[in-house]
């Protein structure tokens, strides 16, 4: 038996290894498009940055650790153009074919808009980040143009702000961040505010080769890499994505997805979703690598959240906003409160907390936070209180640690379900 596995980072190594483990005796392959395998995108910001010093600090595993450690093969620089599933073959796109009796598809996503090089470019993968290095190195840019409002933009922004750009962020929405949140929107744009980052919402910049910025960075959002599969017959939903059931199969029989590449179910909603964030890559990835095995292992679903450093400034968010909600069927009400993360004779810094409820039957719906401090740990909290399904009533009762390096007595998590609680009675 063999398990071909199309992708080589998250999703895709974790399939790999989670089949591994349940069968010693399946041949796995690993076909990956680039020349890295097993690295943390999400720190190429911090590489352009500065804070950290190489890509090849990024990377996890090497190629030699998955094939002498757990036995599994890794192909680099192996772009799969066609899936026939009728013959159970991949085909890559130096004509090679290689057969399969289960397939994990975790490609991952891609730019949707593909930059044509020399000053214009994107950022999304290691060999992105390698030309964008390179750019700033030789040419000595000056200013920015970056085009694009969500997580990678306003990173990017930042890192580009501390190397000493003049940054301009054009965004062709109202809200940043794919969030329909004014009041997050006003918070994040303070930030950039301050930092001298000139933001441009409701925007478009136009052609890319017409802006007199010495660089532009396209980061007006990702589509999944579905063609191949797509051509075969592989079902996709609303937004692109293939559509899977919650173990990971795709319509095709015996073919996963994991990863940017595929839905996954909302726990809040209760309806698919393309959310495309690492954490989810990791744990369908390991879904799909079970039940390509011949498991039965299930993906419980999402909440979305996800936490961003702009600027300093930590911005988290899990569920949905109030317009979502809204856009839904629920009945949303919110509150947004700010309350110091630690009492003020510890140095406690202003945290804002902002919970969504639905009217009728008082469950949380969604929940943002920011702050210098103390955020990441309140917004899991309120992401389990969403897989948990929780009420507003039920979130007060928690029992909450207090130590003045740590927390207040009262936690600002209560004070705002508190204060929620009021508005709904």
């Known amino acids: 038996m063999r398990m071909v596995v199309v992708g080589g980072v998250a999703a895709g ?13 399946l041949e796995i392959v690993v076909l990956e498009k680039g020349a890295r395998i097993s690295y ?4 190429l910001p911090y590489f352009i940055e500065g804070q950290v010093r190489s890509i090849e600090d990024l990377v996890v595993y ?60 994107n950022f999304q993968t290691d060999e992105d980040a390698e030309r964008l290095h390179a750019f700033l190195r030789e ?12 997580y990678m933009g306003l990173e990017m922004a930042a890192a580009l702000r501390a190397r000493g750009l003049e940054v301009t962020v054009f965004h062709d929405a109202t809200t940043l961040l794919n969030r329909e949140d004014d009041w997050l929107t006003k918070r994040v744009a303070a930030r950039l505010s301050r930092c001298r980052i000139d933001l441009r919402l409701n925007t478009r910049a136009g052609s890319p080769e017409s802006l007199p910025f010495d660089l532009v960075l396209l980061s007006s959002g990702a589509r999944p890499n579905v063609e191949p599969l797509v051509d075969a017959g592989a079902e996709t939903g609303r937004g692109g994505a293939l559509r899977v059931d919650d173990r990971m199969e795709t319509s095709l029989r015996g073919i996963y997805a994991a990863g940017d590449c595929c839905e996954t ?22 879904v799909a690598g079970a039940n390509a095995t011949g498991a039965r292992e299930r993906f419980e679903g999402i909440a979305g959240t996800s936490i961003v450093r702009i600027a300093g400034l930590a911005v988290a968010v899990t569920g949905l906003s109030s317009q979502q909600a809204r856009r ?29 409820a639905d009217r009728n039957s008082r ?33 007060l009762s928690l029992d909450l640690a207090y130590s003045p390096p740590y927390a207040p007595v009262m936690d600002p998590l209560l004070i705002a379900a508190q204060q929620l609680i009021r508005v709904l009675e």
């Open 265 to 286: 179910n909302h726990v809040v909603t209760g309806r698919p979703v393309w959310i495309p964030l690492g954490t989810t890559a990791n744990k369908t990835g390991r």
């Open 13 to 25: 190594l974790s399939a790999a290894s989670r089949a591994r483990r349940l069968d010693r005796s």
């Open 363 to 395: 469950r949380l719906l969604g929940a943002a936070i920011t702050g210098d401090d103390g955020v990441i740990g309140r917004i899991n909290v309120l992401a389990t209180a969403l897989a948990a399904k929780m009420r507003v009533a039920d979130l």
């Open 62 to 121: 090497t190629p030699e650790f998955f094939e002498r450690e757990r036995d599994i093969r890794i192909r680099t620089g192996c772009e799969v153009i066609a899936v026939q599933h009728g013959r159970r073959e991949v085909v890559l796109r130096s004509g090679e074919r290689i057969g399969y009796d289960r397939l994990v598809w975790a490609a991952g996503s891609r730019p949707i808009e593909k930059a044509p090089g020399g000053h214009i470019l």
């Open 139 to 150: 040419k000595h840019p000056r200013n920015t143009a970056i085009i694009g409002g969500g």
């Open 328 to 356: 839904e069927g629920f009945s949303p009400v919110e509150v947004v409160i700010e309350e110091r993360s630690r009492p003020k004779y510890f140095h406690g810094r202003k945290v804002a907390v902002q919970l969504v």
């Open 40 to 43: 943390g995108a999400c720190g």
